[in-house]
T-cell receptor, first 115, second 112 residues
Framework: AQSVTQLDSHVSVSEGTPVLLRCNYSSSYSPSLFWYVQHPNKGLQLLLKYTSAATLVKGINGFEAEFKKSETSFHLTKPSAHMSDAAEYFCAFLPLDNAGNMLTFGGGTRLMVKP | KAGVTQTPRYLIKTRGQQVTLSCSPISGHRSVSWYQQTPGQGLQFLFEYFSETQRNKGNFPGRFSGRQFSNSRSEMNVSTLELGDSALYLC???????????FGQGTRLTVV
């Protein structure tokens, strides 16, 4: 069975400071990994994805994530937080070589940005 | 290209009633998944359909059911509604089952 753990349920940063949202996965399958963002009462929007190409992935709105196989991690970063980044963020895992191909989500991290 | 469309956006139902939610995937996408999102339980997977067949199922009671039509549109039905069914129901579509998912805006269901 696979699982995704987002290590922080809440993260608070000041505007203009770096953002780090942590995600670890557990699976015996090769991964495809994703970060999604959700603003209040909206659906999830895809921020970026890792699909076994470059380990450093750039996404929308200045976010990027690095896949580290040895650490089974896929942490999301942004150099400088903006007020509009305040939202909930979800990490997701997809096994590439499993016929079930079920997308598994972490519990989410709520990012708060202080002015 | 139109995104994933969910209807209705908001719904208020009474306990004991049933409800049907609709999802139209992105054109060309053959997989549709449904999720329930609540403040207490987070994002929970309900089921996934691909080419009209249910391929994966989450741990929900039989009151929750779904189906997918030949045009890939999907419906989700909840019978005998309970207060605890109040949630944001999200639909997501994928081209194939080994690709990323794209989400709709959700249907906010309130059971009173």
């Amino acid at each position: 069975a696979q699982s995704v753990t987002q290590l922080d349920s809440h993260v608070s940063v000041s505007e203009g400071t770096p953002v780090l949202l942590r995600c670890n996965y557990s699976s015996s399958y090769s991964p495809s990994l994703f970060w999604y963002v959700q603003h209040p009462n909206k659906g999830l929007q895809l921020l970026l994805k890792y699909t076994s190409a470059a380990t450093l992935v750039k996404g929308i709105n200045g976010f990027e994530a690095e896949f580290k196989k040895s650490e089974t991690s896929f942490h999301l970063t942004k150099p400088s937080a903006h007020m509009s980044d305040a939202a909930e963020y979800f990490c997701a895992f997809l096994p590439l070589d499993n016929a079930g191909n079920m997308l598994t989500f972490g519990g989410g991290t709520r990012l708060m940005v202080k002015p | 290209k139109a995104g994933v469309t969910q209807t209705p956006r908001y719904l208020i139902k009474t306990r004991g009633q049933q409800v049907t939610l609709s999802c139209s995937p992105i054109s060309g996408h053959r997989s549709v998944s449904w999720y329930q999102q609540t403040p207490g339980q987070g994002l929970q997977f309900l089921f996934e359909y691909f080419s009209e067949t249910q391929r994966n199922k989450g741990n929900f009671p039989g009151r929750f059911s779904g189906r997918q039509f030949s045009n890939s549109r999907s419906e989700m039905n909840v019978s005998t509604l309970e207060l605890g069914d109040s949630a944001l129901y999200l639909c997501a579509s994928r081209i194939y089952m080994n690709t990323e998912a794209f989400f709709g805006q959700g249907t906010r269901l309130t059971v009173v």
